[in-house]
């Protein structure tokens, strides 16, 4: 997992395959924004959001390529070297 450093506290980057979904929230943080303006980044359709009911959830994986241009891990073969 990275860590980012903010002025006020680290944030630790969630892994997808262990998180799927994050808050809002966590994703202003991560983007260096608060949590308003995440709120409204996500009603603009800037941060991709499902909504369910209404808890607003941000999907991690696409969060962390689309938005953070971290890179889409590749998948590995558990055969490989056999």
Request: charge should be neutral; glycine fraction near 8%; charged fraction near 20%.
């Amino acid at each position: 997992m990275a860590t980012f450093s903010t002025t006020s506290d680290e944030v630790q980057v969630p892994d997808p395959s262990v998180h799927p979904t994050i808050s809002v929230e966590l994703a202003g943080r991560l983007m260096g924004v608060g949590r308003s303006s995440a709120y409204i980044a996500a009603s603009r359709g800037e941060i991709p959001i499902v909504r369910i009911g209404r808890l607003l959830r941000v999907p991690t994986a696409r969060f962390l390529t689309d938005i953070l241009g971290f890179e889409r891990p590749t998948a590995q073969s558990e055969d490989v070297g056999r």
